[in-house]
């Protein structure tokens, strides 16, 4: 609003909104199904769909192998798209072949979000969720994936854990934690607010962007998120915590054998998982030192990085097509 962008939202001007969505020529989405309010986008063959996609990485394929149900949905939403995007030419033909896709509606354009990486963007998100300025202490964010199943929040599983504690030795090392959960699975065993320890709640935080978030970022802590890709472009320490690793591998599946190309030390109990802590505060090249050829081979495949300016040419090809 106070960029005065010109933006429309069905709660503030519901008939502006279905006018001009009525009147779209292309439909833009970052999903894998599109928005299709009252059903009129899918009974408009003349709507343009495109999807921008929402993350890259090993992960990235149908739930399961087998044609069940789940994975016959996950292929015709995939399908639903006159065009769809994916960030490397290793994920673009991968994805053809398992979500059945047509090679002329598929394109490999980089990620919008992950054009700033490459330009140096300054951030000020720390404040937005914080409202203080980031002096000199560091920050850790921790960013687990959706499951499709019924599970607690991961870091509750680690052996040994006491938040308490956690909080304390964040505090003794001038570190922030923040974390989210994908809002289909935040629940009451979530730790709370402590001094160091944030939740990034979206609806106290409506604008947050965690793409924003890791340019202020020292360490993310991840499991299966595509998050890891994009963050990898910057270089900066990963750690791994992954208690649900074979029930996902069985849910979900990878496209690559996921632990021998981890970016990133994996961590099982709360004492080793503050020693990796320690070790990338004090000296952050010793990641790099022991993970720099996996980073390279891991992007090769998963983010082509010779794209930097993935807005413009997704520009022009939507631009192309009106």
């Known amino acids: 609003v106070r960029k005065k962008l010109n933006y429309i939202n069905v709660r503030e001007n519901p008939f502006k909104f279905i006018y001009i969505f009525i009147t779209c020529k292309i439909l833009i989405d970052c999903g894998t199904k599109f928005l299709d309010f009252l059903g009129l986008a899918s009974r408009d063959n003349e709507i343009i769909k495109v999807s921008i996609y929402h993350g890259g990485g090993p992960k990235t394929m149908p739930i399961s192998k087998l044609l069940t149900p789940a994975r016959q949905r996950d292929i015709n939403d995939h399908n639903s798209f006159n065009f769809i995007n994916f960030p490397s030419t290793f994920l673009k033909k991968n994805c053809e072949a398992n979500f059945e896709l047509d090679k002329k509606k598929t394109l490999s354009l980089g990620f919008p979000r992950c054009d700033q990486f490459f330009h140096k963007k300054k951030t000020k998100i720390f404040n937005y969720l914080t409202g203080k300025s980031k002096l000199r202490s560091k920050i850790i964010l921790y960013t687990p994936t959706w499951r499709g199943y019924n599970y607690d929040f991961p870091l509750n599983y680690m052996k040994g854990i006491n938040f308490n504690n956690f909080n304390n030795f964040l505090k003794e090392n001038d570190i922030f934690f923040f974390y989210s959960c994908h809002p289909n699975q935040i629940d009451k065993r979530i730790p709370l607010n402590l001094t160091r320890i944030r939740f990034i709640n979206s609806r106290k935080f409506p604008f947050y962007d965690t793409n924003l978030f890791l340019n202020e970022v020292d360490i993310l802590v991840n499991d299966y998120s595509a998050s890891s890709t994009d963050f990898a ?8 915590f992954m208690p649900d690793y074979n029930r996902y591998l069985n849910y979900q599946g990878f496209l690559d054998n996921y632990k021998k190309n981890l970016i990133g030390p994996e961590t099982y109990n709360f004492h080793e998982f503050k020693k990796i802590i320690i070790q990338f505060k004090k000296s952050p090249s010793s990641y790099l ?11 090769d495949k998963y983010y082509d990085t010779k794209i930097k300016n993935s807005s ?5 090809f939507i631009l192309s097509k009106l």
Do not use: A, E, T, W
């Open 312 to 316: 413009k040419l997704l520009s022009k």
């Open 289 to 299: 030192d022991k993970f720099d050829f996996k980073l390279k081979k891991y992007l």
């Open 233 to 240: 472009i910057l270089k900066k320490p990963q750690i791994f």
